[in-house]
């Protein structure tokens, strides 16, 4: 029995599962809130747009009260440690927190260090984990898909920095899903995460995809210079190259878009990209869900 939403490894396919079938319900069949009673708290240390309003909208749907930790007025400024800080939040009457950080191990830390019984939440950490965007994306693709044993799914981009690559992987394997990425060289993780296949060659690489998920370069965590030119050139999805290899995909990503970077404008802004949009807003029933099952009475 899982206490809190850390990242996909500590989840069972099962557990997976019941936490789609709950988004499900409360997007179609206006499921019950279990947590109305119950306080969580946005600490966000990272840019958001999606994640965090999300998970604003999703609490506020439930019924809960949600509190926003704004870091730059916070005694964490006068030296308070975030363990201190956390340890006060309880003790303040916070049930949940969730943290967005760019430290790729932070929150496992503090969940170690931590002995009161608040939840921990993972709104994104380093280049490792986004384990809600993993759980909203299967989320839109069993809506599109349905089962996804050996469908193809071919993930293309900053592998390297992705954090929403490397939760995707881990949970689309649970599945039985066939995923592909594909990368130049420079965003080619130094090891191929388990159960994924690396084809350097995009139109090999997304042939017959039943999904093409693009990533965002994450700009923020590269190192060294690339060359975006070469990126277009060789990896930018565009409607004719979906048309040639791979007609009856669905193009996935979780945003924000590098518009004409990762893919053309002209194939963002037809039918087939509105479902990057589509995935935005299951991110709240996704979040519902997984906020229902950790603080409400049946526990994930
Ligand atoms: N997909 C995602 O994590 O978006 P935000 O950074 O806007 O939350």
Not at 25 to 43: E, H
Not at 188 to 203: C, E, R, V
Not at 216 to 224: D, G, H, P, S, T
């Amino acid at each position: 029995m899982l206490n809190n939403f850390i990242k996909i490894s500590d989840l069972t396919a099962d557990e997976i599962s019941s936490l789609v079938n709950d988004a499900m319900n409360f997007k179609y069949n206006s499921k019950i809130s279990s947590v109305k009673d119950k306080t969580a708290c946005l600490m966000f240390f990272e840019n958001s747009t999606r994640t965090k309003i999300s998970f604003e909208v999703a609490a506020q749907n439930l019924g809960m009260k949600v509190i926003n930790f704004d870091n730059t007025t916070s005694s964490i400024n006068k030296g308070e440690s975030l363990k201190e800080t956390v340890e006060n939040l309880y003790y303040i009457g916070i049930d949940a927190v969730i943290i967005r950080t760019s430290d790729d191990n932070l929150i496992e830390n503090l969940n170690k260090q931590i002995s009161y019984p608040i939840k921990f939440i993972n709104a994104g950490s380093g280049k490792t984990s986004h384990p809600s965007q993993a759980l909203l994306d299967y989320f839109t693709m069993r809506e599109k898909l349905g089962n996804l044993k050996d469908k193809k799914i071919t993930i293309v981009g900053d592998i390297e920095h992705s954090r929403v690559a490397k939760s995707n992987i881990e949970l689309l394997t649970k599945f039985g899903a066939k995923v592909v990425i594909t990368a130049p060289e420079y965003f080619k993780p130094n090891i191929i995460p388990d159960g994924a296949i690396y084809i350097s060659d995009l139109k090999e690489a997304i042939s017959d995809a039943d999904v093409i998920m693009g990533l965002r370069i994450q700009k923020e965590r590269i190192k060294q210079a690339y060359n975006e030119e070469s990126y277009i050139c060789n990896y930018r999805l565009d409607s004719k190259l979906l048309e040639n290899y791979a007609p009856n995909a669905i193009l996935m990503h979780p945003g924000p878009v590098n518009r004409d970077v990762e893919i053309t404008s002209e194939l963002l802004d037809s039918t087939k990209g509105k479902i990057i949009l589509e995935q935005a807003r299951n991110g709240v029933f996704a979040r519902m869900a997984i906020l229902n099952q950790l603080l409400g009475e049946k526990q994930i």
